[in-house]
């Protein structure tokens, strides 16, 4: 058995391993290669975040889901780019609307030079992405379209929170759907697709990634208040501080409000106060750690990382499909 990838896929398929590692060294070379240009610094800045790393997960997935037709395609590298290079860029630009100082452990690039540049770099991946679609066919052309639609969507609905009388819990798994599902989506709909795939097995896969990309962010929302800051890497409660809502307070909001207990109350003011103090930031992260509200949030991600490994069902026995079943346990109870 070979672990493949940051998630601790196994792979007991010597021929599966082989191919997935040539094809993440390869997407790496394409990443490299599309975040050139003429201008020096356009290269510094593009390739400032791919450079930092990252899990790769979205090209990690559909290298996986290529290998229910044709790995070896064509097609299937260079949409693993595409995906991969569309995530980047969201990043430039969710760090300037974030004013993250950090990312990937380095700084972001709106902190090491300014917004406008940052903004400007996203852009640009966004067009390189673009090119190298054109070249895939009009349905990737499609498919990028409306996956960056759902992109855009996610965000703004987001920014404008939920409307009156609207779950803040349903809104937060549209906005995920849309900011992080979509794309994931386009992973496995991308992957099977290039590799020639039957419609059936495309769509299959678009429905598994939509889920397991749900699972992964809310799994997200659950490390930000139990990382420890060491293996995650992860600084404990980022997000709590910078009041980003995350699942793990909407369902502590949730259980106050039907339970009226003081206790809870007393949490939730804390939660909606000024936690750039130090002090107040470790008490509200700490209770909450406690909380049966973390356990809850900790549970949805499970449910949808099931739900994504229910989807894979109609799929015909294979090593891939063992290792995106094991991926469903890996992204939703991780530790980075």
């Known amino acids: 058995m070979t672990v493949v990838g940051p998630f601790g896929v196994s792979v007991r398929d010597p021929a599966l ?19 050139k240009s003429d201008v020096p610094f356009i290269t510094e800045t593009a390739q400032h975040l791919v450079r930092a790393g990252g899990k790769r997960f979205r090209p990690l997935l559909l290298l996986l889901a290529a ?7 064509p097609g299937v590298v260079p949409s ?3 995906v991969e290079l569309t995530h980047l860029a969201t990043l430039y630009h969710d760090d300037i609307m974030d004013e993250a100082e950090m990312r990937r452990g380095v700084p972001s690039a709106n902190a090491r030079w300014n917004n406008s540049v940052a903004v400007l770099t996203g852009d640009f991946l966004f067009s390189r992405a673009s090119t190298i679609v054109a070249d895939l066919g009009p349905a990737a052309v499609r498919i990028q379209a409306e996956a960056f639609e759902r992109l855009v969507t996610g965000q703004i609905l987001e920014t404008a929170g939920p409307r009156e009388g609207e779950d803040p819990i349903s809104h937060h798994l549209d906005v995920i759907a849309g900011k992080t ?4 989506a ?7 697709l290039m590799s020639g795939a039957s419609e059936a097995v495309v769509h299959v896969l678009a429905q598994y990634g939509e889920r397991i990309g749900i699972a992964f962010q809310l799994a997200d929302d659950v490390l930000d208040i139990t990382s420890d800051g060491g293996e995650s890497g992860k600084t404990p409660g980022t997000d709590l501080r910078e009041g980003v809502v995350t699942l793990p307070v909407l369902r502590l909001r949730e259980m106050a409000a039907r339970s009226g207990s003081p206790d809870d109350l007393a949490l939730c003011e804390l939660l909606g106060g000024d936690l750039t103090d130090d002090g107040r930031h470790a008490e509200a992260l700490a209770a909450l750690r406690a909380h049966p509200a973390l356990t809850r949030a900790r549970q949805d991600a499970l449910s949808f990382a099931e739900q994504a490994r229910r989807t894979l069902e109609p799929l015909p026995d294979c090593s891939a499909k063992t290792a995106l079943a094991e991926l469903c346990d890996a992204v939703a109870d991780r530790t980075s």
């Open 17 to 35: 391993e082989a191919d997935v590692q040539a094809g993440l060294s390869a997407v790496e070379a394409g990443l490299a290669e599309a975040t």
């Open 67 to 73: 290998q229910f037709g044709d790995p070896h395609a």
């Open 80 to 82: 693993a780019v595409v």
């Open 181 to 184: 599902g979509s794309l994931i």
């Open 186 to 192: 386009v992973a496995g709909r991308m992957g099977a």
